[in-house]
Nanobody, 125 residues
Framework: QVQLVESGGGSVQSGGSLRLSCAAS????????VGWFRQAPGKEREGVAR???????YYVDSVKDRFTISRDNAKNTLYLQMNSLKPEDTAMYYC???????????????????WGQGTQVTVSS
């Protein structure tokens, strides 16, 4: 069983930066597919970025060249560095991790089972 806890959200102006963290406990996530998702009010959940178990990285087109996903295996923590933020990036951001054989949500070539509670990101113009 893996528990995921996000932090680092907040309110920034357009063009600003934030760094989200997702601390995992209960098991190591170093070999899992892990990712970041977001959901804005009235919209469906959207995949933002993910790291495969082998280290491959995938981004949704709208965040390429602005966001960077990374994983610190020693700290069992996933990060999302967000630069050049835009108002349309405003959403609740969630981290997720896979559980082979149990995954229920699929995006970017990965399956996901564990979800965090989310951290709010608000970008004002």
């Amino acid at each position: 069983q893996v528990q995921l806890v996000e932090s680092g959200g907040g309110s920034v102006q357009s063009g600003g930066s934030l760094r989200l963290s997702c601390a995992a406990s209960g098991d190591t996530i170093s070999s899992y597919c892990v990712g970041w998702f977001r959901q804005a009010p009235g919209k469906e959940r959207e995949g933002v970025a993910r790291i495969g178990g082998g280290g491959s990285i995938y981004y949704v087109d709208s965040v390429k060249d602005r966001f960077t996903i990374s994983r610190d295996n020693a700290k069992n923590t996933l990060y999302l560095q967000m630069n050049s933020l835009k108002p349309e990036d405003t959403a609740m951001y969630y981290c997720a991790a896979s559980r082979p054989g149990y995954n229920t949500y699929y995006w970017g070539g990965c399956g996901f089972y564990y979800w965090g509670q989310g951290t709010q990101v608000t970008v004002s113009s």
